[in-house]
């Protein structure tokens, strides 16, 4: 059975700080794994997908990894914001299934 | 703009009521999705559709039903044989692919009084 964690589950950091959020998977027979933000009592925000056979992906001061064989994926933030504090999901589909699994989330907080 | 809206965003219920969630999208997705988010956890898929009037149970349908009359529409209804209906809940949309991306409603939290 898939599991997905994510660690830390919280995380300060001054603003300006570079920071990478971690998420690990137990089994590697995935077809994508996506990036969510969630901001308090909202809904979900798509930050980056990357594809099984992709490495990573960019946007902006966002950057993703995936290594499938060790079952990891990092979204890595530069120069963080205070507009950056949310909590960040990581989920991933399996093949073999139609759903999506989900990380519990690391809860970041950039401070001013 | 395309999007999925979920109404109401705030909803209380009875002990012993029925009540429906509504979710609606106009990004022509065939799939769409309810999960459930409780604190500290990560999101639990309730029930999901790869096209009108078809649906799957997902991991904890127990005391919810669904019905997908519209390829826009994908209502939830907790029934008062959920338990623990408390949390706060998600609507997703995709295309009926399993690689491609998926977007969120703004959820609806549901509590019971």
């Known amino acids: 059975k898939q599991e997905v964690t994510q660690i830390p589950a919280a995380l300060s950091v001054p603003e300006g700080e570079n920071l990478v959020l971690n998420c690990s998977f137990t089994?590697?027979?995935?077809?994508?794994l996506q990036w969510f933000r969630q901001d308090p009592g909202k809904g979900l925000t798509s930050l980056l997908l990357i594809q099984s056979s992709q490495r990573e992906q960019t946007s902006g001061r966002l950057n993703a990894s995936l290594d499938k064989s060790s079952g990891r994926s990092t979204l890595y933030i530069a120069a963080s914001q205070p507009g950056d504090s949310a909590t960040y999901l990581c989920?991933?589909?399996?093949?073999?299934?139609?759903?999506?699994?989900f990380g519990a989330g690391t809860r970041l907080f950039v401070k001013a | 703009d395309g999007g999925i809206t979920q109404s109401p965003k705030y909803l209380f219920r009875k002990e012993g009521q029925n009540v429906t969630l509504s979710c609606e999208q106009n990004?022509?997705?065939?799939?769409m999705y309810w999960y459930r988010q409780d604190p500290g956890q990560g999101l639990r898929l309730i029930y999901y559709s790869q096209i009108v009037n078809d649906f799957q149970k997902g991991d904890i349908a127990e005391g919810y039903s669904v019905s997908r009359e519209k390829k826009e529409s994908f209502p939830l209804t907790v029934t008062s044989a959920q338990k623990n209906p408390t949390a706060f809940y998600l609507c997703a949309s995709s295309l009926p692919v399993q690689d491609t991306e998926a977007f969120f409603g703004q959820g609806t939290r549901l509590t019971v009084v």
């Open positions: 989920a991933l589909w399996n093949t073999g299934g139609f759903k999506t699994i």
């Open positions: 089994d590697s027979a995935i077809y994508n």
């Open positions: 990004l022509n997705h065939d799939a």
